[in-house]
Antibody, heavy 118, light 109 residues
């Protein structure tokens, strides 16, 4: 199992960024996937999750509609579209696979750093 | 909203000692929904324990989990130098869907 994030970088407040997560080594279309972020020196925060069929999508309340999660099972890829970015969105963003019981996260990517600064 | 509180924030011990890390939920939860992760500096978290007491694949048997209701514990029986990192508990909840504790840092005394 391998998860590789890409698309991180430096963006100005109010800007947008799209993260990608390329999955391999498992049947991607079978699993719920999530994004988790970690601000510098801080703990882990769940951001969003998407079920295998995209029928169930959830977001942390703090995001207030600014982020959109999606996936393309034909490309074994997970995405996070981030808009109206704020300085406090600065973090390492991890994609992770959710176990089949939807309870815990059994594989993680290495993370993508998003820095929001003017 | 359920809150997970980990204690202590920092635990100072020596290699070879036993570590006991606590994770307390603000209301009773199913033990099936409680997991523990280890995070080394600059790395992604790694799943250690799921369903409160089941070790994930490849995790050494010096790591064990226990608990029920509101109180859960991660125990490391004999600390190795590589164990001195940060540990998080995590819960599958309702709103928010997934909750993390604030973490416990294990440091060398």
């Amino acid at each position: 199992v391998q998860l590789v994030e890409s698309g991180g970088g430096l963006v100005k407040p109010g800007g947008s960024l799209r993260l990608s997560c390329a999955a391999s080594g498992f049947n991607f279309g079978t699993y719920t996937m999530i994004w988790v972020r970690q601000a510098p020196g801080q703990g882990l925060e769940w951001v969003s999750s998407i079920s295998s069929s995209t029928a169930d999508i959830y977001y942390a309340d703090s995001l207030k509609g600014r982020f959109t999660i999606s996936r393309d099972n034909t490309k074994n890829s997970l995405y996070l579209q981030m808009t109206s970015l704020k300085v406090e969105d600065t973090a390492v963003y991890y994609c992770a696979r959710v176990d089949l019981w939807l309870v815990h996260f059994d594989y993680w990517g290495q993370g993508a750093l998003v820095t929001v600064s003017s | 909203e359920i809150v997970l509180t980990q204690s202590p924030g920092t635990l100072s011990l020596s290699p070879g000692e036993r570590a006991t890390l606590s994770c307390r939920a603000s209301q009773s939860v199913s033990s099936s929904y409680l997991a523990w992760y280890q995070q080394k500096p600059g790395q992604a978290p790694r799943l250690l324990i799921y369903a409160a007491s089941s070790r994930a694949t490849g995790i050494p048997d010096r790591f064990s989990g226990s608990g029920s209701g509101t109180d859960f514990t991660l125990t490391i029986s004999r600390l190795e130098p590589e164990d001195f990192v940060v540990y998080y508990c995590q819960l599958y909840g309702s709103s928010p869907l997934y909750i993390f504790g604030q973490g416990t840092k294990l440091e060398i005394k």
